[in-house]
């Protein structure tokens, strides 16, 4: 199956609570894997993807394998911040995503998501045909770079 190309990342708006942060009202660090997730999970249900369905029929669940987070600026109590999700790849059994969270036009927070797609038992498993089909119609690309013509390195006498 061909995965069709879209232009804009999932969108899900947080609005920062006293219980997100510290005596400071900062949130607290790992408070934004919370809102990485919750993100992701609407991701999913906006694709049609029924997770409770898919657990209690296949035991099919999407845990994280790994994540790699850099924190660029603090949220604040009461800001209302944007999480942005893209899927960037669809594996057998995983999907990687790029997750990025904004306070207007500053980015806050970038995360590299990879999900890992297991059964009963925890076993690795395929992702469902069902899954991929819906996840394959919000797959992004990353940009490609521009064509540079090749050096030309022939020397003239």
């Known amino acids: 199956m061909s995965e069709i190309q879209i232009s804009q990342p999932h969108r899900f708006m947080v609005r920062i ?18 809102f990485l997730e919750r993100a992701r999970s609407d991701l999913v249900r906006q694709a049609g993807i029924d997770q409770v369905a898919l657990l209690d029929s296949d035991g099919v669940v999407f845990p994280v394998r790994r ?58 498993r395929r992702l469902p045909a069902n899954v991929r089909a819906a996840l394959s119609q919000i797959v992004l690309s990353e940009p490609k770079p521009a064509h540079k013509p090749a050096l030309n390195l022939e020397t003239r006498n």
């Open 17 to 34: 609570y006293w219980e997100d942060t510290d005596a400071a009202g900062i949130v607290y660090y790992a408070n934004y894997l919370r």
């Open 67 to 124: 994540c790699e987070i850099d924190y660029l600026q603090p949220a604040r109590l009461d800001d209302e911040v944007e999480v942005r999700t893209s899927i960037q790849k669809l594996g057998g059994a995983s999907m990687a995503m790029v997750q990025d969270i904004h306070r207007g036009d500053q980015t806050l927070v970038r995360a590299k998501v990879r999900l890992a797609c297991t059964g009963p038992g925890g076993r690795p």
